[in-house]
């Protein structure tokens, strides 16, 4: 096999593995939560799995084209982002919002 057919396989192997679960929408929000999505493209591939850290928690993985589901009490959380390196930002949550 010549070796460019070898680098399409393995290109497609690495972009065509591992997508997330597909989107399904959160239609009730608990009563006094905030209903926060966080979702990965998959721009990056598949071959990383970055973790995601809320409120320095325990890190959920994060496959390529997934996404997580959380359901914040009101104020300021921390999401974190965790792979070769972390990326952290602060948000302030309302209950009854997404």
């Given at each position: 096999?010549?070796?460019?057919?070898?680098?399409?396989?393995?290109?497609?192997?690495?972009?065509?593995?591992?997508?997330?679960?597909?989107?399904?929408?959160?239609?009730?929000?608990?009563?006094?939560?905030?209903?926060?999505?966080?979702?990965r493209p998959a721009v990056h591939g598949a071959a990383i799995v970055?973790?995601?850290?809320?409120?320095?928690?325990?890190?959920?993985?994060?496959?390529?084209?997934?996404?997580?589901?959380?359901?914040?009490?009101?104020?300021?959380?921390?999401?974190?982002?965790?792979?070769?390196?972390?990326?952290?930002?602060?948000?302030?949550?309302?209950?009854?919002?997404?």
């Amino acid at each position: 096999m010549q070796m460019r057919s070898w680098l399409v396989i393995a290109a497609l192997a690495v972009s065509g593995c591992a997508s997330g679960p597909g989107f399904k929408k959160v239609d009730d929000i608990p009563q006094g939560k905030a209903l926060i999505y966080i979702y990965r493209p998959a721009v990056h591939g598949a071959a990383i799995v970055p973790g995601v850290v809320i409120n320095k928690l325990n890190s959920i993985p994060l496959q390529a084209k997934g996404y997580y589901v959380y359901l914040a009490d009101p104020g300021q959380i921390a999401i974190a982002i965790v792979a070769t390196g972390r990326k952290e930002m602060a948000m302030d949550v309302k209950a009854g919002e997404t």
